[in-house]
């Protein structure tokens, strides 16, 4: 850490911010730190990585005018920026107040999705790869499943019929801060111009729940309308985790098994009804 740490004082010294602690650096990261600026603004310095730092700096500028994305944006070069620091917990924390929380993030969504996109942007229907189903998911999932995958992913990739937006492109629950007055601050977006589905049914199936469709059925309700495509972009996104998860429990066996076990069950259903 000593390298990352020079280089956030060396920032924060250009800057005239106080350094309050250098942070273990997030997915996406080079590194993070809790810094204050001269108005006494609490802050994030944050340094992006790949594909998952670059877009950062201008999507948050994009949306820091709304309640539940973070305020106080500055881009300080094109792969680091500051932005407002949040007090709050993860939505995975939040235990028994989850459903009523989804539908606060899909109203949010609503909002999030009505900003123009910053130029530049990674197109998402380019992510929605039947050869990448079948060349590389093939060591986890079985060939129907398989088969059902790279058939979704075609009708995606070459899906435009719905109206391409700002979207956050991993919103899952880590991603979603509780303020201590209930609100919700979604963070870290990578920022991508496509179907409204995507962020809908990525934090539907990645939220913890047996059912994943009920998770689904409240971030609808607060989002107010049914994309294009929901159903098979959540069926795609299912299959998706499921392989990724399957993956790192064989990596770290105990440490996905229940999610592997729940998304199993659901992959199977999407499968029997094609």
Request: hydrophobic share 45%; glycine share 8%.
């Amino acid at each position: 850490m000593t390298e990352d740490n020079d280089a956030v004082r060396i920032i924060c010294e250009q800057h005239q911010l106080a350094l309050v602690a250098v942070l273990p650096p997030a997915t996406g990261s080079l590194f993070l730190a809790h810094v204050r600026d001269g108005k006494g603004r609490d802050l994030l310095l944050k340094r992006g990585n790949g594909i998952r730092g670059d877009f950062e700096g201008p999507v948050s500028i994009a949306w820091a005018n709304d309640p539940s994305s973070p305020g106080c944006v500055e881009e300080l070069d094109e792969h680091t920026f500051v932005r407002e620091w949040i007090e709050g917990v993860p939505l995975e924390c939040a235990g028994e107040r989850v459903p009523a929380l989804l539908r606060k993030v899909g109203t949010a969504l609503r909002r999030l999705h009505s900003v123009s996109p910053p130029e530049g942007l990674p197109k998402l229907w380019e992510r929605f790869s039947p050869e990448v189903v079948l060349a590389e998911w093939n060591g986890a999932l079985p060939s129907r499943m398989l088969e059902r995958a790279a058939a979704l992913a075609i009708q995606l990739r070459t899906h435009r019929a719905d109206p391409a937006v700002l979207v956050h492109g991993d919103l899952v629950p880590s991603n979603v801060l509780i303020r201590p007055d209930g609100s919700v601050v979604i963070i870290d977006p990578i920022g991508f111009v496509g179907m409204r589905a995507r962020d809908l049914a990525q934090m539907a199936v990645a939220t913890a729940g047996r059912d994943r469709r009920l998770n689904l059925d409240d971030l609808l309700k607060g989002y107010g309308e049914r994309p294009p495509f929901i159903d098979e972009v959540f069926a795609w996104l299912v299959f998706m985790f499921l392989e990724k998860n399957i993956e790192l429990e064989r990596a770290h066996p105990h440490t996905r098994a229940t999610f592997v076990l729940e998304l199993s069950s659901l992959a199977e259903t999407f499968v029997a009804n094609a």
